[in-house]
């Protein structure tokens, strides 16, 4: 049994480096305006397409991957400036439903667009192929996601930490009112907020992708794992996210070796454990929800 | 300023029950198009949204093929057919709304359809309340020609019983006799591998391992990781639809694709189409096919001109060749108004007792019949290799079909069904 | 006293007509070409709807979860016809009894959180009992779901039929809405509208407002159980989609569409909701486009619901009905007794 939990553990930290930056990107837009975003997951699935058909009319794979996920930003900006804006001061509920709606929208569309079918897309070959690591072959594309992931990962912290713009964006957090008092156009930090989130999930759509498979649902099935990662992680924190991103990865493959049934319903466990001992996360700070 | 404040909210609450009115009414002004008075109206239950969209569309098309045949030749009991659409969305309780819709409002005589094994299943509950004939014709649960088996229902796809078989046998003469499973862990899971576990047993086989992937699994990758250990001589993919694309996909990239043989009970041409080339491989069963002679036979001149109809009229619009779904559609709705041009009637028993145990050829190989014990269609089926790119004069050709099985060597015999499905007719 | 029963003012005109014309909807029907079983479904819906009303319009919690209250109601009724062989109305109070003990398994964990922490926590719960019915498919029929047989009416051997379910329906429909209201403007619901408008302050006056979110939640629980029994027996069928939380949005939905805290609205947002959704989709394979623009629209336009807005327009609109303004300083869960 031994030899088998190597395997799950290197899964599992794959599976969790998703998790993480999926949840990351929900966190960041939850923490600064309230706002719960039931689209997160179309807004993958969107860039995954884009993706698609720009590989399918002849761009490279790594063109594909950078611009993707900036054009979905793109449609980011605009809803957010129409539609989610008015909804900011609001009961959080409200955003849900709006962006439910939304993601219902997004599914249809793509249905109607590119086809209720799932489209291959493979990643270039440079990125298959498996890697012998002794207790078991490592397929090259998830080492190259964990990497994309732990490099996106660092710079965000790096935006974050040591420019002055992410200096605004924790400064918001905490308050708002002052900081536009001080002069910032809190408007305009909510929108790049927003887009911020959206480009982590962009990016995490085209690779998810090239694991998952191409069809209008692709993106939702990460949704509510991550939901569960900003949770237990504890809302705008990146580190909680990364932490809980990864033990939940983590629990859910090595779930599998042992009580398989209940690897999919560990997360709703886990969450409900948190939820009930300590609301706010293992890293939570003081932001919008206490 | 009270007074005016009842007027008010009197208004208000008019004016509520007033849109909820509006709502009600409403449809009393959408126009049925093309209601041609007189005409047989058949409901077709089919998923057009959601994850069983495209072979809900699929079977469609096959069904508009029938009827596109059958109204050329005027109809049935000299009046032309019509179809009725809903999108019964892969919900079974939608689909038994739906169901209940099109016989009540849209007074549909029959119903056909269904792609999900909970769709089959609650509407052949509505079907049956109702007394109403319904076709299963894609939906492939045990359960529909076994413990829920009714009079008024005929299934035309394979069972998962026959899936089973039909692979399994193939699978340990090529391969050996040592298998590994990835089953979904639900009721259609379970049914096959109930199912595998029988052929084991016949052909004195063993299960080296069995993985079984809960509900919303989508990285098989923990899964994935044990097979090589275990050294199977085949690896069974028992899941479907976009799990088997995900898993297929997954095992290409850990590399299992090129160690071990793999195959399964079932696959369709949908999900195959979604994956990159490097994945299409193993040896899977198959339900029709529309460019082997095996599968339509070779002098089977119903079967040519049904594949050649399909690429004059659809395959602009849809870029796909047929699939076994069309098939299913079309093979239900022609033996559905055959049955009622035999019985000269469209009362749903005479009509059910019309087609039970009827001999019939059709756009495959040496014909069927829908059994009378159990109302499922006995039709052969095929094994098949993949061909990643299909052939140089067709892409999408990726069917390489190997081996024909019939339909009582693969199927539970009549003694054995008849100990769980009794079939009653209505006094 | 007497004269306050007495009353025969506008509103309960209106409510009658209403009435009637829901009555009358079987003769109706061919012309208006609306079927008596999707507006049995409706009303049961309304039920449904009730329940996420109590909750969300009334108490100011998001109930995410009460689709696995729903589906305890249908499998209650489902598995006690199966395996017991009642009655009809005895299947349905097991069904509600099934979902009573859900609630009080989960009610002691939810209620101390608020706000969308217990959204969340609902959430999770659901989706447990989603994946419990799912997964146990001796028991459930798993994904396949159960079909449910309509057992005789306990008080005759009498099977009902379409028109006939629809009339019980609506007496069920009736009899849940003055139940209902009942709840709502007794002192009770006017202590659940308090907990809602500052909570902290409710405290300080002495009440424990954790037990009263409790009622409240088992209460919520009962609604959507008897709706889910119901939909078991109109449907002859359960699968557990109907737990996800999908379908807990649905209800939320309906319930916001035609106006949170009112009592009829969530009658209005489910016929919108139900029978809107049945047209749409008739009409048009991409239905879903607009079910996801009336999410949208109702959210930015709507955020009282039709009924709450046009009570807001004369100047009548419920105090329990404000659109939400997101309580900065509210914690996950009320701090004042150090126990919670």
Known sequence: ?290 | MSGSAFNRRTFVKGAGVGAAALVMGVPAFIPRLGEAADAIKIGVLEPYTGTYAFPGENETIGIQMAIDAWNKKGGVLGRQIEIVKEDEQSKPDVAAQKARKLVNQDKCVALIGTVSSGSSISVQKASSDMGVLFFASGGHTDDVTGKNCTWNTFRTCHSTWMEAHATGYTLAKKFGKKFYFITPDYAFGHALQTAFDDVIKQIGGSTVGTDLTPLGTTDFSSYLTKVGPAKPDVLVVLVQGDDYTNCMKQADSFGLLKKFPVGGPQVELEPLYGLAPEARTGFWGIEWSYSSDLCLGKGNKAAHQFVKDYFAHYLNTQKKPPTARQCFGYVSMDRMLAGMAAAKTTDSVKVARAIEGEKFQSIFIDGGYYRKEDHQLMWPMWVAGIRPNGTPSDPNDLLDVIAKHDADTIEQSVAEKAKICKIVYPS | MNRRLARVTPGRIVALAALVLLALEPTLAPYIHVDVTIVSAALLFTIAALSANLLLGYTGLPPFGNAAFFGLGAYGCALSIKYLNVHFFTATIFGMLAALLGALIVAPFLVRRRGIYFGLLSIAFGQVFYFIAYRFTDVTGGEDGMAVTRPYLAISSFTLKETAFYYLSLVVFILSILAFKAIVQSPFGRTLVAIRQNEVRVRYLGLDSNRFVFVAILISALFAGLSGALSALLNGFIAPLQLDWHQSGDFVLATILGGSGTVWGPLIGSIIFVIGRDIISTITPYWQIFIGALFVACVLGFPRGILGTILARFGAAPLSNEPEEANWTQSPAIAVDHHG
């Open chain 1, 1 to 290: 049994m031994l030899e088998h939990v190597g395997p799950q553990l290197f899964n599992g930290l794959v599976l969790g480096a998703f998790y993480a930056i999926v949840a990351i990107g929900l966190s960041l837009i939850m923490n600064l305006t309230g706002t719960i975003n039931m689209a997160h997951g179309s807004f993958m699935t969107l860039a995954g397409y884009l993706a698609f058909s720009m590989i399918a009319r002849g761009t490279n794979f790594w063109f594909a991957f950078l611009v993707a996920p900036l054009l979905a930003v793109l449609v980011a900006i605009i809803v957010e400036r129409t539609l989610i804006r008015p909804l900011y001061g609001r009961d959080p509920v409200y955003s849900l439903l709006l962006t439910f709606g939304l993601s219902l929208i997004a599914e249809e569309l793509f249905h109607v667009v590119w086809g209720a079918n799932t489209l291959p897309f493979a990643p270039p070959a440079a990125l298959g192929g498996t890697l012998a690591l002794g207790f078991m072959n490592f397929p090259v594309y998830r080492l190259f996601i964990v990497i994309v992931l732990v490099f996106a990962f660092g710079l965000l912290g790096l935006f974050l930490y040591r420019t002055r713009f992410g200096l605004r964006l924790r400064a918001a957090v905490q308050d708002s009112e002052m900081i536009a008092a001080l002069g910032t156009n809190t408007q305009l930090l909510y929108t790049i907020n927003f887009g911020l989130g959206i480009l982590l999930a962009g990016i995490a759509g085209v690779l998810a992708v090239g694991l998952l498979g191409l069809n209008p649902t692709t993106g939702n099935t990460l949704l509510m794992p991550a939901f569960v990662t900003v949770i237990i992680g504890g809302m705008g924190s990146l580190y909680g996210s990364l932490v809980a991103g990864v033990l939940i990865g983590v629990a859910t493959s090595l779930m599998t070796l042992y009580v398989p049934a209940a690897s999919e319903v560990v997360i709703y466990i886990l969450m409900a454990v948190v939820l009930t001992i300590r609301p706010r996360g293992l890293f939570g700070e003081e932001g919008l929800f206490g």
